[in-house]
């Protein structure tokens, strides 16, 4: 089993349309996992049905009770997120700006202070109008363990790709370099990184390609939008023989995508003849790396 | 007008507004650069990168440099001398950054989350908490537009203490400006919360897509969580908008402005070039959105 994951560190480059049309030319041979918990969209080209849907607890908030306070202070005293406020003469736990720690409810002198464990999200298991299975999740606002979440969807997709003889697992991940990237690359097989060739494109290119290394995968990248800046996708071409990173393909400025996501299809449903033939090279290229 | 403009310095606090989205790439980062230079025409203004990720407004910025300053974030270290391995520690920490192996403490400072639990309850002091990196702050001025950059150290998973402490740093320092736009992180969640919950306004940028549209729902979720009022710009706008426009219509959304797809537009941005002098449809969008500020102030 081989698990593939697509980052881009900048958002909105194309991950989901590439992910979507790597996809659909193998889709009896892969399991999807749509790892960017945070602002998912795959399913809206994927259309999964869901089979299974689960809470998802992780992490604990601290609760006061009232009745039981003393208001002492001293848990507003040691909060380093300033999370406890006054507020009608007691204390209370600002919810989105407690991070979980605990320290209150070590210190409190009366045990007033509750930790319940929080749920987070929910994660589904699904399959897909394409027939592929597919796992997913939906991490609450504000949430944070959202590192965390994404080894679980992880974990459902290896189990999912496990249990219906998938050879292959490709990952949707998040923009950024933050956790749930950092969580989306660890036990992965390759990396892709989708780029465009603009300023801002190259400069997060690096960066999440610094983390990425870190890891010691094989990676490869495709520059999307090739043709908008082709000074800039020089740059982005000397990077990546600089740094050792197989370039996968370069895709076109193209309406294409935006079609594509208004018609809720992979980008060779609405025109076969140029990104059956472009896609294919892609995972020609890429399971010889692998 | 000197007197008042010394009266308005004391008496009006910065106006601290948020640009931000679900989705990413829809074009926050090209309306925070274009919104604050153009307000930074006859307004005192401070931009500030808070997407520390991925940090890309000082791309379009021009100016004098002045700041250049690593941030930190506290640790523990363990002071092996002063420890008698009671084993309490590892119990304590919630973000299991701290392991007991044998006759050591082990600590895992890329999960510790700075709380000082450990550091403050360990009965000999053996965990004193040390400086990490965290990421930088840089700094530049051209006439009056301030910019502050916050990037997070590469390695660094957790992006709020550092958008927390960048805020602080706002704070502490540049009170006194007409105008804050805070160039937030996409999502919905803890870093663009950290990013966008003490603005006083905010504006969701999004594209007329079903994903952007899908993600600016989400964004929508979460600032009436946080209370926080807000309006929409649509960037990339063509034949397609209609999903988006009836979408605020019926969620009783200002629309404030439209910034239109064309090529031109991409390119520019490719060069890191701003795009209000060049594109007379940005300039009016932009004109459009102060006098709705101003409106609000």
């Known amino acids: 089993m081989k698990e593939i994951v697509i980052i881009s560190g900048k958002g909105g480059t194309g991950k989901t349309s590439v992910a979507s049309a790597m996809a659909y030319l193998k889709k009896d041979e892969l399991v999807l996992a749509d790892c960017d918990v945070d602002a998912a969209d795959l399913h809206l080209i994927m259309q999964p049905q869901n089979h299974s849907e689960d809470d998802y607890y992780s992490g604990i908030k601290a609760v006061i009770d009232t009745g039981a306070c003393t208001n002492c202070g001293i848990c507003a005293q040691i909060c380093r997120f300033d999370a406890i406020e006054v507020k009608d003469g007691s204390h209370h736990v600002v919810t989105l700006d407690c991070e979980g720690c605990g320290y209150c409810f070590l210190r409190c002198p009366v045990n007033a202070i509750s930790i319940p464990t929080q749920n987070v999200g929910k994660v589904y298991l699904a399959d897909t109008r394409l027939g592929i299975p597919m796992a997913h999740a939906r991490l609450k606002i504000g949430a944070d363990n959202s590192g965390k979440l994404v080894a679980r969807v992880k974990r459902d997709a290896r189990k999912l790709a496990s249990e219906k003889e998938k050879a292959l697992i490709l990952v949707d991940g998040s923009p950024g370099i933050g956790c749930p990237v950092i969580s989306s690359l660890s036990g992965a097989d390759y990396v892709v990184l989708v780029t465009e060739p603009t300023r801002s494109g190259l400069s997060d290119l690096t960066r999440v390609w610094d983390l990425a290394r870190r890891f010691d995968l094989k990676t490869g990248c495709i520059i999307n939008k090739a043709d908008l800046n082709p000074e800039v996708r020089d740059e982005i071409m000397e990077f990546l023989a600089d740094k050792g990173i197989k370039l996968l393909a370069q895709l076109p400025y193209h309406d294409d995508f935006t079609q594509a996501i208004i018609n809720g299809k992979a980008l060779m449903e609405l025109n076969p003849e140029p990104w059956n033939l472009v896609f294919d090279q892609i995972w020609t290229n890429l399971l010889k790396e692998l | ?297």
């Not at chain 2, 009965?123 to 001025?141: C, V």
């Not at chain 2, 910019?147 to 998973?157: A, C, D, H, K, T």
């Not at chain 2, 706002?170 to 003490?198: F, N, R």
């Not at chain 2, 439209?258 to 932009?286: C, N, T």
């Open chain 2, 1 to 297: 007008m000197i007197w008042k403009a010394a009266i308005t310095s004391v008496t009006t606090k910065a106006m601290r507004l948020a640009i931000a989205s679900g989705k990413g790439g829809t074009g926050k980062t090209t309306l925070a650069v274009n919104l604050a230079s153009f307000l930074a025409q006859e307004n005192e203004t401070l931009l500030v990168d808070l997407d520390v990720e991925e940090p890309n407004s000082g791309i379009f910025i021009q100016g004098q440099p002045t700041l250049d300053q690593d941030v930190a974030r506290k640790v523990p270290q363990w002071e092996q001398s002063l420890c008698t391995l009671c084993g309490k520690c590892p119990t304590w920490c919630k973000f299991n950054a701290l392991l007991r192996l044998g006759d050591t403490i082990l600590v895992l400072p890329e999960l510790c989350h700075s709380c000082y639990a450990c550091s403050e309850l360990c009965p000999t002091s053996a965990l004193p908490m040390q400086d990490m990196p965290l990421g930088a702050f840089r700094g530049i001025k051209a006439g009056k537009l301030s910019f502050l950059e916050s990037r997070l150290e590469i390695g660094v998973e957790q992006a709020s203490p550092l958008i927390d402490k960048t805020l602080r740093y706002v704070d502490e320092h540049h009170k006194a400006v007409d105008y804050q736009i805070l160039d937030c992180p996409p999502g919905t969640s803890c870093s663009m919360v950290s990013a966008t919950k003490t603005a006083e306004f905010a504006i969701l940028v999004t594209e007329p897509t079903p994903f952007g549209l899908h993600d600016l729902t989400l964004a929508v979720e979460t600032l009436r969580i946080l209370k926080i009022p807000f309006a929409v710009v649509l960037n990339r706008s063509g034949d397609h908008d209609h999903d988006v426009e009836d979408y605020c219509a019926r969620e009783s959304i200002p629309l404030w402005a439209k910034i239109p797809d064309q090529r031109r537009i991409a390119h520019l941005y490719s060069q890191g070039k701003l795009l209000y002098e060049a594109v007379p449809e940005v300039l009016a969008a932009l004109r459009a959105i102060k006098t709705k500020l101003e409106a609000l102030s």
